[in-house]
C-alpha cells in the first residue's frame, strides 16, 4: 500500500487530454510538500518528468504540466501522443517517514 | 554530461548479502546526496534511503533500518548500497539517483541504468 495514491491506470486516444492524479495526508503534500513526477518506460529507468509540483526540465514538452492543491497533486498531459505511453508516478517527502514517498504509478495506455 | 553507472546483476541465496555500486560522472560528487529506489518486479518505486557522499551521514526507510548500509568513496566518485538478510521479496531492480534541494523536499533528476537483484535458493 502506498503513502500516495494514483489510479492504476488511465487512458486516452491521440490528441486527447488525460489527468493522473496524486492523493496524499497532511504529512507530505498536505504540509506542503512538493510533488515531482517520473515516467517510465519498460526495463528502464524513470525520468523526471516534473519538479516542484509544476516545474518541467529542460527538454520535457510543453504538452506535460502539474499542479497542487491541499493533499492531492495532479498531472496533465494534453494531445496525448503513442509514445507518451508509459508509467507515471508521483513522488514526495513525508515528515512522518522523514523520507520520500512514491505513489503506486499509473499506466497509461494511448487507444 | 552526468552518468551513474551501477555495477551488474547479482544473483544471491537467501540469507546473503549484496552491495550494488554506483559511479558518478560528469558533476561535482560531493555537491549532491545520494539515494536508493527500488523496484520489485511489476510493482513501484521504493524509497530506500540517502548518503550524502561527503560522507558522515546516511538515513534509511524504517523498512530497511538494520539491513542496509550505504557508504561513499569520494577517491573515486562512487556509492554503495549493500543490503544484508537477503530474502526473495528483496528481488527487485535497485537504482541510485542523485537527490536535488538536500536533505527534505528532495526529488531525483539523474538516475542509474538498474541492477537487478535475484534472490533465489
Known amino acids: 500500500q502506498s503513502v500516495l495514491t494514483q489510479p492504476p491506470s488511465v487512458s486516452g486516444a491521440p490528441g486527447q487530454r488525460v489527468t493522473i492524479s496524486c492523493t496524499g495526508s497532511?504529512?507530505?503534500?498536505?504540509?506542503?510538500?512538493?510533488v515531482h513526477w517520473y515516467q517510465q518506460f519498460p526495463g528502464t529507468a524513470p525520468k523526471l518528468l516534473i519538479y516542484?509540483?509544476?516545474n518541467r526540465p529542460s527538454g520535457v514538452p510543453d504538452r506535460f504540466s502539474g499542479s497542487k492543491s491541499g493533499t492531492s497533486a495532479s498531472l496533465a498531459i494534453t494531445g496525448l501522443q503513442a509514445e507518451d505511453e508509459a508509467d507515471y508516478y508521483c513522488?514526495?517527502?513525508?515528515?512522518?517517514?522523514?523520507?520520500?514517498?512514491f505513489g503506486g504509478g499509473t499506466k497509461l495506455t494511448v487507444l | 554530461q552526468v552518468q551513474l553507472v551501477q555495477s551488474g546483476a547479482e544473483v544471491k541465496k537467501p540469507g546473503a548479502s549484496v552491495k550494488v555500486s554506483c559511479k558518478a560522472s560528469?558533476?561535482?560528487?560531493?555537491?549532491?546526496?545520494m539515494h536508493w529506489v527500488r523496484q520489485a518486479p511489476g510493482q513501484g518505486l521504493e524509497w530506500m534511503g540517502i548518503v550524502n557522499p561527503s560522507g558522515g551521514y546516511s538515513s534509511y526507510a524504517q523498512e530497511f533500518q538494520g539491513r542496509v548500509t550505504m557508504t561513499s568513496d569520494t577517491s573515486t566518485s562512487t556509492v554503495y548500497m549493500e543490503l544484508s538478510s537477503l530474502r526473495s521479496e528483496d528481488t527487485a531492480v535497485y537504482y541510485c539517483?542523485?537527490?536535488?534541494?538536500?536533505?527534505?523536499?528532495?526529488?531525483?533528476?539523474?538516475w542509474g541504468q538498474g541492477t537487478l537483484v535475484t534472490v533465489s535458493s
Open positions: 497532511s504529512s507530505n503534500i498536505g504540509a506542503s510538500y512538493d
Open positions: 513522488q514526495s517527502y513525508d515528515s512522518t517517514l522523514s523520507g520520500s514517498v
Open positions: 516542484g509540483s509544476s
Open positions: 560528469g558533476y561535482t560528487f560531493t555537491s549532491y546526496y
Open positions: 539517483a542523485s537527490g536535488v534541494r538536500g536533505l527534505i523536499d528532495y526529488y531525483f533528476d539523474y
